[in-house]
Protein backbone atom coordinates (compact mmCIF):
# COMPACT_ATOMS: atom_id res chain seq x y z
CA UNK A 1 0.00 0.00 0.00
CA UNK A 2 3.18 2.44 0.89
CA UNK A 3 4.00 2.04 -2.37
CA UNK A 4 1.05 2.73 -4.23
CA UNK A 5 0.13 6.18 -2.40
CA UNK A 6 2.99 7.97 -4.43
CA UNK A 7 1.69 6.84 -6.78
CA UNK A 8 -1.64 7.25 -6.60
CA UNK A 9 -0.77 10.49 -5.22
CA UNK A 10 1.16 11.95 -8.28
CA UNK A 11 -1.83 10.72 -10.96
CA UNK A 12 -4.12 13.26 -8.70
CA UNK A 13 -1.93 15.89 -8.53
CA UNK A 14 -0.77 15.80 -12.12
CA UNK A 15 -4.87 14.97 -13.41
CA UNK A 16 -6.37 17.89 -11.22
CA UNK A 17 -3.09 20.45 -11.55
CA UNK A 18 -3.51 19.93 -15.44
CA UNK A 19 -6.89 21.15 -16.04
CA UNK A 20 -6.55 23.95 -13.38
CA UNK A 21 -3.65 24.95 -15.75
CA UNK A 22 -5.46 24.93 -18.96
CA UNK A 23 -8.29 26.64 -17.38
CA UNK A 24 -6.02 29.64 -16.50
CA UNK A 25 -4.43 28.84 -20.16
CA UNK A 26 -8.42 29.54 -21.44
CA UNK A 27 -9.51 32.37 -19.10
CA UNK A 28 -5.87 33.92 -20.60
CA UNK A 29 -6.68 33.41 -24.10
CA UNK A 30 -9.14 35.77 -24.15
CA UNK A 31 -6.55 38.69 -22.62
CA UNK A 32 -4.48 41.12 -24.60
CA UNK A 33 -1.05 39.97 -26.08
CA UNK A 34 0.78 41.37 -23.31
CA UNK A 35 -1.02 39.32 -20.69
CA UNK A 36 -0.12 36.37 -22.96
CA UNK A 37 3.24 36.14 -21.83
CA UNK A 38 3.19 33.16 -19.38
CA UNK A 39 2.88 34.73 -15.51
CA UNK A 40 5.40 33.15 -13.07
CA UNK A 41 2.96 31.48 -11.20
CA UNK A 42 2.41 29.75 -14.18
CA UNK A 43 5.88 29.04 -14.89
CA UNK A 44 6.16 27.90 -11.17
CA UNK A 45 3.58 25.56 -11.48
CA UNK A 46 4.86 23.76 -14.53
CA UNK A 47 8.49 23.57 -12.89
CA UNK A 48 6.13 22.24 -9.62
CA UNK A 49 4.64 19.52 -11.54
CA UNK A 50 7.78 18.71 -13.44
CA UNK A 51 9.69 18.15 -10.37
CA UNK A 52 6.94 15.91 -8.45
CA UNK A 53 6.19 14.09 -11.85
CA UNK A 54 9.83 13.25 -12.00
CA UNK A 55 10.13 12.86 -8.08
CA UNK A 56 7.20 10.22 -8.55
CA UNK A 57 9.35 8.18 -11.65
CA UNK A 58 12.55 8.24 -9.60
CA UNK A 59 11.06 6.70 -6.32
CA UNK A 60 8.53 4.41 -8.28
CA UNK A 61 11.74 3.17 -10.60
CA UNK A 62 14.41 3.68 -8.11
CA UNK A 63 13.41 -0.46 -6.50
CA UNK A 64 13.82 -1.58 -10.07
CA UNK A 65 16.38 0.04 -11.40
CA UNK A 66 18.75 -0.65 -8.78
CA UNK A 67 17.81 -4.26 -8.31
CA UNK A 68 18.36 -4.03 -12.07
CA UNK A 69 21.79 -2.75 -12.03
CA UNK A 70 22.98 -4.76 -8.86
CA UNK A 71 21.61 -8.08 -10.71
CA UNK A 72 23.29 -7.35 -13.50
CA UNK A 73 26.87 -6.27 -11.76
CA UNK A 74 26.47 -9.30 -10.23
CA UNK A 75 25.38 -11.01 -13.95
CA UNK A 76 29.42 -9.29 -15.06
CA UNK A 77 31.15 -9.87 -12.14
CA UNK A 78 30.14 -13.64 -12.39
CA UNK A 79 30.81 -13.62 -16.16
CA UNK A 80 34.67 -12.30 -15.11
CA UNK A 81 35.09 -15.00 -12.36
CA UNK A 82 33.70 -17.32 -15.01
CA UNK A 83 36.17 -15.85 -18.04
CA UNK A 84 39.49 -15.72 -15.43
CA UNK A 85 38.57 -19.77 -13.93
CA UNK A 86 38.37 -20.54 -17.72
CA UNK A 87 41.65 -18.35 -18.43
CA UNK A 88 43.61 -20.41 -15.95
CA UNK A 89 42.24 -23.62 -16.78
CA UNK A 90 43.24 -23.38 -20.63
CA UNK A 91 46.70 -22.07 -19.68
CA UNK A 92 47.04 -25.52 -17.13
CA UNK A 93 45.84 -27.22 -19.62
CA UNK A 94 48.56 -25.78 -22.16
CA UNK A 95 51.31 -26.09 -20.27
CA UNK A 96 50.19 -29.79 -19.66
CA UNK A 97 50.16 -30.14 -23.56
CA UNK A 98 53.48 -28.54 -24.10
CA UNK A 99 54.74 -30.40 -20.95
CA UNK A 100 53.66 -33.66 -23.00
CA UNK A 101 55.11 -32.47 -26.50
CA UNK A 102 58.44 -31.75 -24.81
CA UNK A 103 58.13 -35.76 -23.34
CA UNK A 104 56.52 -36.84 -26.86
CA UNK A 105 60.41 -37.66 -28.42
CA UNK A 106 61.22 -39.16 -25.01
CA UNK A 107 58.57 -41.35 -25.25
CA UNK A 108 58.85 -42.13 -29.01
CA UNK A 109 62.31 -43.96 -28.50
CA UNK A 110 61.13 -45.34 -25.12
CA UNK A 111 58.73 -47.38 -26.90
CA UNK A 112 60.66 -47.70 -30.06
CA UNK A 113 62.89 -49.56 -27.84
CA UNK A 114 60.49 -51.25 -26.20
CA UNK A 115 59.01 -52.63 -29.71
CA UNK A 116 62.29 -53.47 -31.13
CA UNK A 117 63.05 -55.45 -27.24
CA UNK A 118 59.85 -57.61 -27.57
CA UNK A 119 60.23 -58.06 -31.59
CA UNK A 120 63.91 -59.85 -30.35
CA UNK A 121 62.09 -61.68 -27.66
CA UNK A 122 59.30 -63.03 -30.20
CA UNK A 123 62.05 -63.48 -32.95
CA UNK A 124 63.77 -65.46 -30.31
CA UNK A 125 60.51 -67.18 -29.59
CA UNK A 126 59.59 -68.45 -33.10
CA UNK A 127 62.93 -69.72 -34.20
CA UNK A 128 62.90 -71.67 -30.49
CA UNK A 129 59.70 -73.17 -31.53
CA UNK A 130 60.75 -73.81 -34.91
CA UNK A 131 63.57 -75.87 -33.39
CA UNK A 132 61.15 -77.87 -31.61
CA UNK A 133 59.08 -78.34 -34.33
CA UNK A 134 61.96 -79.65 -36.26
CA UNK A 135 63.42 -81.76 -33.57
CA UNK A 136 59.75 -83.04 -33.42
CA UNK A 137 59.63 -84.00 -36.62
CA UNK A 138 62.88 -85.73 -36.74
CA UNK A 139 62.13 -87.63 -34.06
CA UNK A 140 58.63 -88.39 -35.64
CA UNK A 141 60.60 -89.74 -39.19
CA UNK A 142 63.49 -91.62 -37.02
CA UNK A 143 60.51 -93.57 -35.05
CA UNK A 144 58.75 -93.85 -38.94
CA UNK A 145 61.72 -95.22 -40.52
CA UNK A 146 62.27 -97.66 -37.43
CA UNK A 147 58.40 -99.04 -37.77
CA UNK A 148 59.24 -99.33 -41.46
CA UNK A 149 62.71 -101.02 -41.35
CA UNK A 150 61.06 -103.57 -38.78
CA UNK A 151 58.29 -104.26 -41.11
CA UNK A 152 60.43 -104.78 -43.82
CA UNK A 153 62.75 -107.03 -41.12
CA UNK A 154 59.59 -108.94 -40.25
CA UNK A 155 58.59 -109.70 -43.84
CA UNK A 156 62.36 -110.81 -44.95
CA UNK A 157 62.83 -113.41 -41.96
CA UNK A 158 59.05 -114.44 -42.73
CA UNK A 159 60.06 -115.02 -46.64
CA UNK A 160 63.35 -116.45 -45.38
CA UNK A 161 61.60 -118.79 -42.84
CA UNK A 162 59.17 -119.30 -45.90
CA UNK A 163 61.78 -120.63 -48.05
CA UNK A 164 63.84 -122.87 -45.30
CA UNK A 165 60.62 -124.67 -44.52
CA UNK A 166 59.58 -124.84 -48.05
CA UNK A 167 63.46 -126.25 -48.82
CA UNK A 168 63.41 -128.11 -45.75
CA UNK A 169 60.09 -129.49 -46.95
CA UNK A 170 61.07 -130.55 -49.89
CA UNK A 171 64.31 -132.27 -48.56
CA UNK A 172 62.76 -133.92 -46.08
CA UNK A 173 59.84 -135.27 -48.61
CA UNK A 174 62.49 -136.85 -50.72
CA UNK A 175 64.25 -138.61 -47.59
CA UNK A 176 61.00 -139.24 -45.33
CA UNK A 177 59.63 -142.04 -45.47
CA UNK A 178 55.82 -142.85 -45.04
CA UNK A 179 56.54 -144.16 -41.68
CA UNK A 180 57.98 -141.23 -40.43
CA UNK A 181 55.47 -138.95 -42.03
CA UNK A 182 53.51 -140.28 -39.57
CA UNK A 183 54.95 -140.74 -36.47
CA UNK A 184 55.96 -136.72 -36.93
CA UNK A 185 51.65 -136.22 -37.60
CA UNK A 186 50.69 -138.57 -34.54
CA UNK A 187 53.68 -136.66 -32.11
CA UNK A 188 52.14 -133.53 -33.62
CA UNK A 189 48.63 -134.46 -32.52
CA UNK A 190 49.84 -135.69 -29.27
CA UNK A 191 51.08 -132.03 -28.67
CA UNK A 192 47.95 -130.42 -29.40
Avoid: C
Amino acid sequence: MKKLLPAILIFLFVSIGSPIVRAQEAGEHSQTEEAKDESPIKTAWKWVNLLILLGGIGYLLKKPTLEFFETRKKEITAGLDRAKTAQEESGRRMSDIEMRLARLSEEIASLRTQADTESAKEREKILEDARRDMERLVDQSRQEVDRIARGIERDIKARIADAVIDRAGHTLETQMTEDDQKRVVVRFLSKV
